[in-house]
Protein backbone atom coordinates (compact mmCIF):
# COMPACT_ATOMS: atom_id res chain seq x y z
CA UNK A 1 0.00 0.00 0.00
CA UNK A 2 1.15 3.62 -0.70
CA UNK A 3 2.42 5.42 2.60
CA UNK A 4 4.34 8.51 3.20
CA UNK A 5 6.01 9.41 5.73
CA UNK A 6 6.90 12.52 7.49
CA UNK A 7 10.05 12.09 9.22
CA UNK A 8 10.01 15.16 11.76
CA UNK A 9 6.57 15.56 13.56
CA UNK A 10 8.26 19.47 14.76
CA UNK A 11 10.84 21.50 13.44
CA UNK A 12 11.82 24.60 15.54
CA UNK A 13 13.71 27.43 13.37
CA UNK A 14 15.08 30.86 13.91
CA UNK A 15 13.51 33.72 11.74
CA UNK A 16 15.63 34.07 8.22
CA UNK A 17 17.20 30.31 8.79
CA UNK A 18 17.15 27.70 6.10
CA UNK A 19 14.54 24.42 6.21
CA UNK A 20 14.18 21.33 5.03
CA UNK A 21 11.03 19.73 5.93
CA UNK A 22 11.47 15.88 5.44
CA UNK A 23 9.33 13.20 3.70
CA UNK A 24 9.57 9.91 1.98
CA UNK A 25 6.90 7.71 0.32
CA UNK A 26 6.69 4.17 -0.54
CA UNK A 27 5.96 3.04 -3.87
CA UNK A 28 6.59 1.11 -6.87
CA UNK A 29 5.29 2.37 -9.55
CA UNK A 30 5.32 6.31 -10.99
CA UNK A 31 3.34 8.39 -8.32
CA UNK A 32 2.58 11.98 -8.16
CA UNK A 33 3.35 14.40 -5.04
CA UNK A 34 2.28 17.01 -3.26
CA UNK A 35 3.03 19.42 -0.64
CA UNK A 36 -0.08 21.40 1.47
CA UNK A 37 0.23 23.77 3.82
CA UNK A 38 -2.85 24.49 7.33
CA UNK A 39 -1.95 27.71 8.15
CA UNK A 40 -4.22 27.96 11.84
CA UNK A 41 -7.64 28.06 11.58
CA UNK A 42 -7.67 27.39 7.53
CA UNK A 43 -8.04 24.99 4.73
CA UNK A 44 -5.04 22.55 3.36
CA UNK A 45 -3.79 24.99 0.65
CA UNK A 46 -1.40 23.49 -2.24
CA UNK A 47 2.19 24.45 -1.75
CA UNK A 48 3.37 22.62 -5.12
CA UNK A 49 3.15 19.42 -6.91
CA UNK A 50 5.62 16.83 -8.77
CA UNK A 51 3.90 15.49 -11.71
CA UNK A 52 6.67 14.53 -14.36
CA UNK A 53 9.13 16.73 -15.88
CA UNK A 54 12.31 18.39 -14.09
CA UNK A 55 12.79 17.24 -10.63
CA UNK A 56 12.93 20.44 -8.59
CA UNK A 57 10.19 21.81 -8.24
CA UNK A 58 8.83 25.69 -7.04
CA UNK A 59 5.77 26.46 -5.21
CA UNK A 60 4.59 29.22 -3.46
CA UNK A 61 5.56 31.38 -0.83
CA UNK A 62 9.54 31.24 -1.71
CA UNK A 63 9.34 26.97 -1.47
CA UNK A 64 10.65 24.52 -3.23
CA UNK A 65 11.25 20.61 -3.28
CA UNK A 66 13.00 18.05 -4.89
CA UNK A 67 11.85 14.57 -6.26
CA UNK A 68 14.63 11.58 -5.92
CA UNK A 69 13.39 8.65 -7.05
CA UNK A 70 16.51 6.79 -6.00
CA UNK A 71 15.39 7.71 -2.42
CA UNK A 72 12.08 7.90 -2.88
CA UNK A 73 12.15 11.40 -1.16
CA UNK A 74 10.35 14.63 -1.71
CA UNK A 75 12.02 16.76 0.71
CA UNK A 76 10.35 20.51 0.86
CA UNK A 77 13.19 23.40 1.10
CA UNK A 78 13.21 27.36 2.05
CA UNK A 79 16.25 28.87 2.09
CA UNK A 80 15.12 31.72 4.52
CA UNK A 81 11.55 31.28 6.40
CA UNK A 82 9.34 34.46 7.96
CA UNK A 83 6.92 34.37 10.92
CA UNK A 84 4.06 33.80 8.43
CA UNK A 85 5.22 30.42 7.79
CA UNK A 86 4.33 28.96 10.78
CA UNK A 87 1.99 26.09 9.73
CA UNK A 88 1.32 22.60 9.51
CA UNK A 89 3.24 20.82 6.42
CA UNK A 90 1.74 17.83 4.75
CA UNK A 91 3.32 15.71 2.43
CA UNK A 92 1.04 13.40 -0.21
CA UNK A 93 1.38 11.09 -2.39
CA UNK A 94 -1.29 9.74 -5.37
CA UNK A 95 -1.22 6.58 -7.34
CA UNK A 96 -1.22 6.24 -10.91
CA UNK A 97 -4.63 4.98 -11.58
CA UNK A 98 -6.16 6.27 -8.60
CA UNK A 99 -4.78 9.94 -8.88
CA UNK A 100 -7.51 11.75 -7.05
CA UNK A 101 -6.95 9.54 -3.93
CA UNK A 102 -4.32 11.69 -2.10
CA UNK A 103 -2.28 9.30 0.80
CA UNK A 104 -0.81 12.30 3.46
CA UNK A 105 1.82 11.91 5.82
CA UNK A 106 1.54 12.73 9.24
CA UNK A 107 2.51 16.52 9.28
CA UNK A 108 5.04 18.50 10.19
CA UNK A 109 4.50 21.70 12.36
CA UNK A 110 7.18 24.47 11.18
CA UNK A 111 7.62 26.92 14.18
CA UNK A 112 9.09 29.96 13.00
CA UNK A 113 10.95 32.05 16.20
CA UNK A 114 11.57 35.61 15.95
CA UNK B 1 -18.39 32.18 -1.48
CA UNK B 2 -14.94 31.78 -3.75
CA UNK B 3 -13.85 29.04 -1.27
CA UNK B 4 -14.78 25.63 -0.59
CA UNK B 5 -17.54 26.18 2.55
CA UNK B 6 -18.72 23.40 5.20
CA UNK B 7 -20.57 23.65 7.97
CA UNK B 8 -21.00 22.89 10.74
CA UNK B 9 -17.70 24.06 11.61
CA UNK B 10 -17.91 22.55 15.20
CA UNK B 11 -20.63 19.71 16.13
CA UNK B 12 -20.74 18.47 19.89
CA UNK B 13 -23.23 15.02 20.18
CA UNK B 14 -23.65 12.52 22.07
CA UNK B 15 -22.67 8.79 21.76
CA UNK B 16 -25.47 7.04 19.37
CA UNK B 17 -26.68 9.71 18.11
CA UNK B 18 -27.00 10.89 13.99
CA UNK B 19 -25.03 13.71 12.17
CA UNK B 20 -24.76 15.34 9.26
CA UNK B 21 -21.96 17.37 7.43
CA UNK B 22 -22.55 19.81 4.73
CA UNK B 23 -20.44 20.81 1.81
CA UNK B 24 -20.49 23.34 -0.61
CA UNK B 25 -17.67 23.44 -2.95
CA UNK B 26 -16.36 26.06 -5.48
CA UNK B 27 -18.93 26.66 -8.31
CA UNK B 28 -17.94 24.37 -11.62
CA UNK B 29 -15.97 21.92 -9.34
CA UNK B 30 -17.47 18.73 -10.73
CA UNK B 31 -15.18 16.26 -7.90
CA UNK B 32 -15.83 16.11 -4.38
CA UNK B 33 -13.91 14.44 -1.89
CA UNK B 34 -14.68 14.04 2.16
CA UNK B 35 -11.64 12.73 4.67
CA UNK B 36 -10.99 12.85 7.83
CA UNK B 37 -8.49 13.80 9.94
CA UNK B 38 -7.77 12.54 13.81
CA UNK B 39 -5.43 14.26 16.08
CA UNK B 40 -2.13 14.11 15.38
CA UNK B 41 -2.60 12.42 11.97
CA UNK B 42 -2.66 13.57 8.26
CA UNK B 43 -6.20 13.54 6.48
CA UNK B 44 -7.62 10.22 5.71
CA UNK B 45 -9.60 9.43 2.37
CA UNK B 46 -13.00 8.79 2.87
CA UNK B 47 -14.83 9.31 -0.48
CA UNK B 48 -14.89 10.68 -4.03
CA UNK B 49 -17.85 11.81 -6.44
CA UNK B 50 -17.51 12.52 -10.01
CA UNK B 51 -20.89 14.69 -10.74
CA UNK B 52 -23.87 12.77 -8.60
CA UNK B 53 -22.45 9.86 -8.05
CA UNK B 54 -19.71 7.93 -5.28
CA UNK B 55 -17.00 6.77 -7.85
CA UNK B 56 -14.95 5.56 -4.83
CA UNK B 57 -16.32 5.00 -1.50
CA UNK B 58 -13.59 2.43 -0.84
CA UNK B 59 -12.35 4.38 2.20
CA UNK B 60 -15.45 5.09 4.41
CA UNK B 61 -14.90 3.14 7.28
CA UNK B 62 -17.82 1.42 8.04
CA UNK B 63 -21.47 1.09 7.00
CA UNK B 64 -22.66 3.78 9.95
CA UNK B 65 -20.98 6.11 7.51
CA UNK B 66 -22.60 7.44 4.19
CA UNK B 67 -22.49 10.25 2.20
CA UNK B 68 -24.37 11.91 -0.52
CA UNK B 69 -24.27 14.29 -3.61
CA UNK B 70 -28.03 13.99 -5.13
CA UNK B 71 -27.46 17.32 -7.50
CA UNK B 72 -23.41 17.27 -8.08
CA UNK B 73 -22.75 20.17 -5.83
CA UNK B 74 -23.82 20.43 -2.21
CA UNK B 75 -22.90 16.59 -0.67
CA UNK B 76 -23.23 15.73 2.64
CA UNK B 77 -21.81 12.90 4.87
CA UNK B 78 -23.86 11.30 7.44
CA UNK B 79 -23.07 9.40 10.43
CA UNK B 80 -25.33 7.46 12.13
CA UNK B 81 -24.84 5.99 15.75
CA UNK B 82 -22.08 7.82 16.02
CA UNK B 83 -18.97 6.52 18.18
CA UNK B 84 -16.30 8.11 20.23
CA UNK B 85 -13.62 6.88 17.89
CA UNK B 86 -15.45 9.03 15.24
CA UNK B 87 -14.12 12.00 16.83
CA UNK B 88 -12.50 13.91 13.95
CA UNK B 89 -12.19 17.07 11.84
CA UNK B 90 -13.70 16.28 8.23
CA UNK B 91 -12.69 17.82 5.53
CA UNK B 92 -14.04 18.25 2.31
CA UNK B 93 -12.46 19.02 -1.18
CA UNK B 94 -13.66 20.30 -4.31
CA UNK B 95 -11.60 20.17 -7.88
CA UNK B 96 -12.18 20.98 -11.05
CA UNK B 97 -10.44 18.16 -12.85
CA UNK B 98 -9.08 14.79 -10.91
CA UNK B 99 -7.30 13.37 -13.81
CA UNK B 100 -4.96 15.36 -14.53
CA UNK B 101 -3.81 15.51 -10.74
CA UNK B 102 -4.26 19.58 -10.65
CA UNK B 103 -5.18 20.96 -7.24
CA UNK B 104 -7.54 19.99 -4.92
CA UNK B 105 -9.32 23.15 -2.71
CA UNK B 106 -10.11 22.53 1.00
CA UNK B 107 -12.77 23.45 3.46
CA UNK B 108 -11.89 24.39 6.46
CA UNK B 109 -13.35 21.22 7.97
CA UNK B 110 -16.30 20.38 10.36
CA UNK B 111 -14.85 19.35 13.90
CA UNK B 112 -17.05 16.30 15.33
CA UNK B 113 -16.84 15.87 18.68
CA UNK B 114 -18.32 12.71 20.31
CA UNK B 115 -19.28 12.41 23.87
Known amino acids: AQSVTQLDSQVPVFEEAPVELRCNYSSSVSVYLFWYVQYPNQGLQLLLK??????LVKGINGFEAEFNKSQTSFHLRKPSVHISDTAEYFCAATKGGSNYKLTFGKGTLLTVNP | GAGVSQTPSNKVTEKGKYVELRCDPISGHTALYWYRQSLGQGPEFLIY????????DSGLPNDRFFAVRPEGSVSTLKIQRTERGDSAVYLC?????????????FGEGSRLTVL
Open chain 2, 93 to 105: ASSADPTNTGELF
Open chain 1, 50 to 55: YLSGST
Open chain 2, 49 to 56: FQGTGAAD
